[in-house]
């Protein structure tokens, strides 16, 4: 099963990703964090500040940072995946790269129903974890400063600061909101109210994920009576 979920700063795209791959036992694939590794290289560091600041990279840079990696992955395996696509172009490209190797994104998982004073509220109350890198909430942190998986310590990415939020999600708007319409018009795309608590968010993916599968088989077992 390949997944990718979607959606503006703040939406829970890393904190649904890892309730998932527990859940489906799939490999997670964060290109948001890939492209932040890339950017502490000589090779790519130049496009550092360009981030820092809330914008986006072009997809030529972003998929030359990412080309290599998706080469080496096992796509028999599936993943879930969150950070890419972030425009149109970069999902056209995922798909070709997919067909090309006879797969296919099954479905897209939209966050939805973020407004603006939700996205900062979240984003600025987030940490990261710095050996493990992944991303919580307050809620989720019972230790302040630890890491509640691997005790590692917390902070917050340069990117998180409120200096460059209002650049980010104008961002999101103009160049990632469009992905939304393109895996709409593909009928991959599945939309969840990310605005509710995380077990509620989780819970509404796993329930759209099942009524999708059941659909899936009950059309293919009325196609197959009809013959």
Request: aromatic share 8%; charged share 25%.
């Given at each position: 099963?390949?997944?990718?979920?979607?959606?503006?700063?703040?939406?829970?795209?890393?904190?649904?990703?890892?309730?998932?791959?527990?859940?489906?036992?799939?490999?997670?694939?964060?290109?948001?964090?890939?492209?932040?590794?890339?950017?502490?290289?000589?090779?790519?560091?130049?496009?550092?500040?360009?981030?820092?600041?809330?914008?986006?990279?072009?997809?030529?840079?972003?998929?030359?940072?990412?080309?290599?990696?998706?080469?080496?992955?096992?796509?028999?395996?599936?993943?879930?995946?969150?950070?890419?696509?972030?425009?149109?172009?970069?999902?056209?490209?995922?798909?070709?790269?997919?067909?090309?190797?006879?797969?296919?994104?099954?479905?897209?998982?939209?966050?939805?129903n973020m407004g603006t004073e939700t996205i900062k509220k979240r984003i600025l109350s987030r940490h990261q974890c710095n050996r493990c890198k992944r991303v919580f909430a307050p809620e989720e942190i019972k230790n302040k400063g630890l890491c509640p998986l691997c005790d590692g310590p917390?902070?917050?990415?340069?990117?998180?600061?409120?200096?460059?939020?209002?650049?980010?999600?104008?961002?999101?708007?103009?160049?990632?909101?469009?992905?939304?319409?393109?895996?709409?018009?593909?009928?991959?795309?599945?939309?969840?109210?990310?605005?509710?608590?995380?077990?509620?968010?989780?819970?509404?993916?796993?329930?759209?994920?099942?009524?999708?599968?059941?659909?899936?088989?009950?059309?293919?077992?009325?196609?197959?009576?009809?013959?």
């Amino acid at each position: 099963m390949i997944l990718i979920l979607i959606g503006p700063p703040g939406s829970g795209k890393s904190t649904q990703c890892q309730l998932l791959v527990d859940t489906f036992q799939l490999p997670f694939l964060s290109v948001g964090e890939i492209i932040r590794q890339a950017l502490t290289t000589e090779e790519f560091s130049a496009y550092r500040h360009k981030v820092e600041a809330g914008n986006l990279l072009p997809d030529e840079i972003v998929l030359n940072v990412i080309r290599s990696k998706f080469n080496n992955i096992d796509l028999h395996k599936g993943f879930v995946m969150e950070g890419f696509p972030r425009t149109v172009g970069q999902a056209s490209w995922i798909d070709d790269f997919l067909e090309s190797k006879g797969f296919k994104v099954d479905k897209v998982v939209f966050l939805d129903n973020m407004g603006t004073e939700t996205i900062k509220k979240r984003i600025l109350s987030r940490h990261q974890c710095n050996r493990c890198k992944r991303v919580f909430a307050p809620e989720e942190i019972k230790n302040k400063g630890l890491c509640p998986l691997c005790d590692g310590p917390l902070y917050d990415r340069q990117d998180d600061q409120e200096s460059v939020l209002e650049n980010r999600i104008k961002q999101y708007h103009r160049q990632s909101h469009p992905v939304k319409e393109y895996y709409s018009n593909k009928n991959v795309l599945i939309a969840v109210d990310a605005s509710k608590e995380i077990q509620q968010v989780f819970n509404s993916i796993l329930e759209q994920l099942k009524n999708e599968q059941n659909n899936k088989e009950s059309t293919a077992s009325h196609d197959y009576a009809q013959k």
